[in-house]
């Protein structure tokens, strides 16, 4: 009996202890919890050179399917989707090259949720009501409706959604409306009551649009391969291309930009008109400009980039091609050259345009075309920014290449360059002169 009882207190020390280790255990557990990968940093900020290396962690557990960095237009910040492999959409911020840390958005009521979890984010735009409007397209490659969403920036929270047309962003003034354009299809997004999409009609003869830019009071000038044309009260004008210049540059698309009171569209590479308020084209000869020694043939090169805030333009160069001839030489029609023959005083034949030379300008582009003008149209003359000669003093990160025409944002004061997970932020007034 005695032997018995010694056996029942063993057992209940022994049942005792492993109860003991067991809320101690359990303890520990909850003493760790675990942090919602939704809410952990998945975006990373540091300095790098003359400007900041913007990156995913790569500590984060949660499998991706794409990482996209792109501008917001208002406001300059920095936005990256980190689409997961379990189709969370997260949205990376960034301001001024510092993380400002991720939000998870929910699903948007009345978004199919396949949609939801493959869409690919094509642009943004950060609202004065501090929300940013996001525009999402198909993301598996079909042809499923665009979807606009208007998020909280704090908190995700989806504030409204609007089914919509396009894959671009126009702000217009006021902040309660904006275009959604594609190179086929244009419309217009408001939110000031119930937000609301109305398809636009594109002008006639139009089938593709190149640039698209909201004017003051509903209007807005869209650029397309065959001229420039105005919507204002309602109908379209048109203004055809100018005749080419010396070179082609068969496929290039045309191009606009706001300075203050003014607009500018470039048909073609080396070509430009401003636009005043009233919808005059005056042309600008770049040519006159008095570019640098030994670099007057970037004139004819110069492809418009776009605006700054300070009054500035930026331009790119433009590759040609230069076994395609912009144009045949004009002759005169057979009723012309007869009453010319006919004339008994006829006028001497004006002097024929000397011939394009191509050797000349293929050894002119074998030295490269990696610079960038700056130019205030009402000031002096463009200002030369080299990437080759001035890339090394920038600091960019070792794996970074020299920058393209997508790379700079001169609305937004922006040069971002984008290597998947990563990208290096550089404000353009830092860029080297």
């Known amino acids: 009996m005695k032997r018995a009882l010694t056996w029942i207190l063993i057992l209940i020390a022994a049942g005792a202890a492993l109860a003991g280790l067991y809320a101690i255990g359990k303890r520990n557990r909850v003493a760790a919890p675990t942090q919602d990968p939704a809410e952990a940093e998945l975006f990373s900020s540091a300095p790098a050179g003359a400007g900041a290396l913007l990156s995913l962690n790569t500590a984060t557990v949660q499998p991706m399917r794409s990482v996209r960095f792109l501008v917001a237009q208002e406001g300059g910040g920095i936005l990256a989707q980190a689409l997961t492999q379990t189709g969370d959409q997260m949205i990376g911020r960034f301001q001024d090259g510092r993380s400002m840390g991720s939000l998870r958005l929910p699903l948007p009521d009345g978004m199919p949720a396949a949609f939801f979890r493959f869409a690919k984010l094509a642009d943004a735009a950060d609202l004065k009501d501090g929300s940013l409007l996001l525009l999402f397209v198909d993301g598996t490659g079909g042809s499923a409706a665009p979807w606009l969403v208007d998020a909280d920036a704090a908190t995700g929270e989806i504030r409204w959604t609007l089914k919509a047309a396009g894959s671009q962003l126009a702000m217009e003034p006021g902040g309660a409306s904006c275009l959604v354009w594609s190179t086929s299809s244009l419309g217009r997004a408001s939110w000031n009551a119930e937000p609301a999409f109305k398809p636009l009609p594109m002008p006639d003869g139009v089938t593709v649009l190149d640039a698209v830019q909201a004017m003051p009071g509903g209007s807005l000038l869209a650029a397309s391969p065959g001229g420039l044309a105005r919507f204002t ?73 776009g605006a700054d805030a300070g009054g500035h333009l930026w331009f790119a160069l433009a590759t040609p091609d230069l076994t395609v001839a912009p144009h045949s030489a004009a002759q005169p029609s057979a009723a012309l050259q007869a009453m010319a023959a006919m004339s008994s005083s006829a006028t001497p034949a004006p002097a024929s345009k000397p011939a394009l030379d191509p050797a000349s300008w293929m050894d002119y582009l074998k030295n490269g075309l990696d610079r960038v003008y700056v130019w205030d149209p009402d000031g002096s003359a463009p200002r030369l920014l ?30 971002l360059m984008n290597l998947d997970t990563r990208a290096w932020w550089v404000p353009m007034s830092r860029l080297p002169g």
């Not at 080396?270 to 004139?299: I, N, S, Y």
């Open 386 to 415: 080299d990437w080759k000669a001035r890339w090394t003093g920038l600091g960019a990160p070792s794996d970074f290449p020299l920058p393209l025409m997508r790379d700079l944002h001169p609305e937004d004061g922006t040069l």
């Open 233 to 305: 009260n309602g109908g379209w004008t048109t203004t055809p291309l100018p005749d080419p210049g010396d070179l082609a540059f068969p496929g290039m698309p045309g191009a606009l930009a706001s300075l203050g009171k003014s607009s500018y569209w470039q048909p073609r590479p080396g070509q430009l008109a401003r636009l005043g308020p009233d919808g005059a084209v005056t042309p600008v000869d770049l040519t006159k400009l008095a570019m640098p020694a030994g670099r007057e043939k970037d004139a004819a090169l110069l492809r418009l980039a």
